[in-house]
């Protein structure tokens, strides 16, 4: 095993694996894209659509076999039973770190539709992924400052534009649409600055949620609500690689979207607000009661364990 050498060794050779495995993977992909960009006809975009699905499914796997490999830390995932490849979803998670991406591909890849998410902007110039995740027809969302929004108003509703143009595109294959609804990762400034009534969570923002349920809600299938601790505490992607994360744990359950929040105005009905960050509040208290239970040890108060094909898989590594 690749885990018995000195770390010198192991984190050069692993942080390459990775390196070329993007490069493979990327060069036909962004080909592909290429093609499909130039082809007028629906059905052959289609299908070149699904082929390029399946070269970043198979990036990711081959990613995950590399950290296994590299690497000695113990997966445990939880509650992946009855989840399904067709279909739809809305996937939820709690955000610490960069390394929450890898996590939840790692957990979820192939289990559920290729995971796609909301990403800045300014991530588009990342080397080949910036491109990579263009081509997948990742959604890049531009942020505007209360300031600049005052001073040009014309500017207001343009996200939200962009995520239902980004939402009529997911509509044409199954796909699990990915927000990290806190907005951004955890660290204890944000925490105490928010003044968050979570132990190990920030405050989720249901705006996001909201817009792709108004535009989704017909076709997504359920919510995955997703847990993510690192009782060894928050790593960055150098400690993954170097292999310092001694366990992941992840928490995952299947919950029904309530058909209320399928149609309604997030923006201009108060009340409908309302409801929609109390459900989601809900949501982030159990979720704050799982990651009690993994990091403090303290008694398992969240519903998690009953929840729809809830199934402790143990300590594992998966491919």
Known sequence: MLTALPAFLRLPLAALSVVLNTLVHATPLLA?????????????????????????????????RLLALFTPTRWRIEGMDGLSHDGWYLVLANHQTWVDIPVLQHALNRRVPFLKFFLKQPLIWVPVLGLAWWALDF???????????????????RDLEATRRAC????????????????????????????SPYRHLLKPRAGGVAFVLGAMGD????????????????PTMLDLLA?????IVVHVRERPIPSEFTSGDYENDPAFRERMQAWLNGIWAEKDAVLAAVLEGAP????????????????????
């Open 243 to 247: 292999g310092r994360v001694a366990e």
């Open 32 to 64: 592909l894209a290429l093609v499909k960009a130039l082809l007028p006809l629906a059905a052959a975009r289609r299908w070149l659509s699904r082929m390029l699905v399946a070269l970043a499914e198979s990036w990711v796997s081959t990613n995950s």
């Open 168 to 195: 009529a595109k997911f509509r044409q294959m199954p796909v699990s649409v990915t927000n990290f609804v806190e907005g951004t990762r955890l660290t204890p400034r944000k925490h105490a600055d928010q003044g």
């Open 139 to 157: 959604p890049f969302m531009r942020r505007y400052s209360r300031e600049l929004l005052e001073r040009r108003p014309e500017l207001r509703g």
């Open 219 to 234: 076709t997504l299938r359920s919510l995955v609500d997703v847990t993510i601790a690192y009782p060894g505490g928050r």
């Open 300 to 319: 398992a108060a969240s519903p998690v364990a009953k929840g729809p094909g809830h199934r402790a898989q143990g300590p594992e590594q998966q491919g």
